[in-house]
T-cell receptor, first 114, second 112 residues
């Protein structure tokens, strides 16, 4: 997990509140990804970024937005948290975008929406 | 669309015995295949990958995987399991130039 820091590591929030998760990398990788991990579903892509201010949606993007103002930071925002967004969120980075080097993952953020 | 299937939610093995964690895939073009391991409360860690070349790929912690194009499989193997290998294992695939698609994971439990 070296080089990728996710914050916070744990968070409990109330339904309807906005929440922002942060991913910070020192790898200088161009590509960054946000996944959520849920039992029985594995990892599902929420949003990704292919450069500063360049982002796109993944397969489960509804209710989430992202921003990337610097190479090293990729923020995930839950605009109005719901109980279905209780999950473990992982950030990942990739050097080339071609898939041949694989991803490097952060340690995750466990989010509970009550 | 690309996809990965890990048919076993859990695999139980006795320490010292060989282990196999199964993975099959579907992708357009030549596949890039990966195995990752996740220990409790940790992120995913890279184990090994197949991009091209020898069908038998060796990775970290004594793990290896065999790429079989005709069966579209990439099973993870280890000759002698350790209790410390107990973890959640993910197979992933991409067709190159695309994002990785992950399987649902296989929980490996190695018992004394």
């Amino acid at each position: 997990d070296a080089g990728i820091t996710q914050s916070p590591r744990h968070k409990v929030t109330e339904t309807g509140t906005p929440v922002t998760l942060r991913c910070h990398q020192t790898e200088n990788h161009r590509y960054m990804y946000w996944y959520r991990q849920d039992p029985g579903h594995g990892l599902r892509l929420i949003h990704y970024s292919y450069g500063v201010k360049d982002t796109d949606k993944g397969e489960v993007s509804d209710g989430y937005s992202v921003s990337r103002s610097k190479t090293e930071d990729f923020l995930l925002t839950l605009e109005s948290a719901t109980s279905s967004q209780t999950s473990v969120y992982f950030c990942a980075t990739e050097m080339t975008g071609e898939g041949d080097y694989g991803y490097t993952f952060g340690s995750g953020t466990r989010l509970t929406v009550v | 669309a690309q996809s990965v299937a890990q048919p076993e939610d859990q695999v139980n093995v006795a320490e010292g015995n060989p282990l196999t964690v199964k993975c099959t895939y579907s992708v357009s073009g030549n596949p890039y295949l990966f195995w990752y391991v996740q220990y409790p409360n940790r992120g995913l860690q890279f184990l090994l990958k197949y991009i091209t070349g020898d069908n038998l790929v060796k990775g970290s912690y004594g793990f290896e995987a065999e790429f079989n194009k005709s069966q579209t499989s990439f099973h993870l193997k280890k000759p002698s399991a350790l209790v410390s290998d107990s973890a959640l294992y993910f197979c992933a695939v991409t067709g190159g130039g695309n994002k990785l698609t992950f399987g649902t994971g296989t929980q490996l439990k190695v018992e004394l």
